[in-house]
């Protein structure tokens, strides 16, 4: 076991899957000599060589696409986009392609591609640096989006990412990055997409969310906990497809759902939690399923009160919990 | 003098925490606004962070070396300007807060009726009482957390003397099972004959029922409607019933006596701002009371209207919860069967009830001649809870009033 941040998890896994699989290599801009503008691919450059860690010009949407080519072909790319907002010109690639290829080619060919982008906010990036944008991507079948929380799901779940022979959309938390640091083992371990991960255990009220949101709650539970409030959290962890069977048990645990995401509210990931909830839990539930999301407005502003104003924090959950256990 | 606190700031993005590499001052050293105070180094970045405030430094907390947080103190600063605002400012928050919680202690049970699906699965599969469980939740409310104690613990046994006014219960019935004998057809109660049957079990249990009938001598009303009904049936395309003309007659009294548009709450009585009609239509054995909603509002003609949408609606089976929701009265045409007097029983939870019954040819004295007139009975129910002979008589006599003023001179019906 050592410490390992949430960034030093990202650089361990794909180190160790380079060691592991030739095929694998590393592709993007900044990424071979610079180590990445957050540092994800340092050293992975000196260890591995220019042929397996490439820079490349900046054009996302030639990223995805080689990306693409060279996974169909065999190799297992991971692609790196500089800022999850950046992703936009490869929107075509990602979903018209990547998605589709195995449906499209009756299983003739595949798509081990692996797209890893940094997103969220509260790191004072303004419009181009702070978005959430898995909603965009969260209803295309042939992809699967990976959100995960703490360093040692990442580490886990990059692995399983890269060894996935389908494409795989990871979205790291930039504020996480150097926030969360915890015990990560030594040793090769993967955690298996698709299954949400009960971070808390508790019986008055249930918090389902993901990404940096879940160290947030946790925060907040911890707080609660002195007043006698006692929070089940649960981590989706991969947010497409999501786990039906976890977001029941865990509503049905408590009959009291709060729902929680940075994104903006509306058309959110959490709204599609709210409906599988809605259609098989009714009869367990204690209260109006709540959720707690950005404001719907187009982006997060630069203006620190501002910026504060829109992203979640462990206050804003912490309420949003309390009212939820008194009702 | 205050002291404040100068914290490690954020320097770039996904920056966390950041480590004091050097001061570059001491404490008792003044400084001034936006003067460096101290190296820091942090994963991205090495930087210098200014002073906040101008002042003299007090105390240093964070030593060279260490590593803190984002937003952890570095260092405190005596600043001048007084800043005492703050403080008044957050005591008087705290009384404030300290009221409210006062406030919200006292008994809110606004949500004590309210019951989610789990509680009421819960209540149901446990068979528990949900009038003798206590709410813990906001304003009352019953959680699915209590009722799980209450299926823990087992629900106390009911209390022998209940604090509440003994509701009035139905006599049972007589102990011996009726019997039916040879030759006897069973007819099963179903739906709407088991809900007509509770209702007005209901409605004749709680409601201490009285009643009162005037004459009313509609003369001009039927030579007036027998001049107009068969050009208005042909420019309309439905009838010009005698009913609609009383249910336009109610509706303007009600308004001049709101008392008889209201429903009684046991501690209060509702006087109904809206007046929405119920009337009764029979279909087969079943019996509806769709609503003509805002019928103070509506001319004879759709008063006449509605009756026949709703009339359709009823046999054809169409009929919403939204048709049949919300009366505060009920105008009930009996006449129409050819009853002329009859006591109805008042439509729960409304005040009372009113038969129209047949209109009738009858000789009646005039100025001590006989004269023969068009005579109709109505017949009121009414709740005694809330209503008094006096004001119902009233009523009545403006009812009568404007019946017997309906001639072609006073009345259209557009």
Redesign the interface.
Known sequence: MTVMSY?QAVTTAIKEEMERDDQVFVLGEDVGKKGGV??ATEGLYDQFGEARVLDTPLAESAIAGVGIGAAMYGKRPIAEMQFADFIMPAVNQIISEAAKIRYRSNNDWTCPITIRA?YGGG???ALY?SQSIEAIFANQPGLKIVMPSTPYDVKGLLKSSIRDNDPVLFLEH??A???LKENVPEEDYTIPIGEADVKREG??ITVITYGLCVHFALQAAERLEEEGIDAHILDLRTIYPLDQEAIIEAAKK???VLLVTEDNKEGSIIGEVAAIIGENC??????PIKRLAGPDVPSMPYAPTMEKHFMMNPDKIEKAMKELA?? | MTIENITMPQLGESVTEGTINSWLVKEGDHVNKYDPIADIMTDKVNAEVPSSFTGVIKEIITEEGTTIKVGDVMCSIEVEESDSETQTETSAKQEEKATEETATKQEDTSMKNRYSPAVLRLAQENDIDLQRVDGTGAGGRITRKDIEKVIQEGQPAAETVSQEEPKPVAPKAPSAPVQSSAGDVEIPVTGVRKAIAANMVRAKQEIPHAWMTVEVDVTDLVSYRKQIKDTFKQQEGFNLTYFAFFVKAVAQALKEYPELNSTWAEDKIIQRKDVHLSIAVAKDDQLFVPVIKHADEKSVKGIARDIFDLAMKARNGKLTSDDMSGGTFTVNNTGSFGSVSSMGIINHPQAAILQVESIVKRPVIINDMFAARDMVNLSLSLDHRVLDGLVCGKFLARVKEILEGMNEDTLSVY
């Open positions: 960034i957050f540092k940094p790191i004072h990036g640096h930039k504020r990055y150097r926030l019986s008055d408590t009959g009291k009714l009869f367990d539930l204690d209260a008194d009702f």
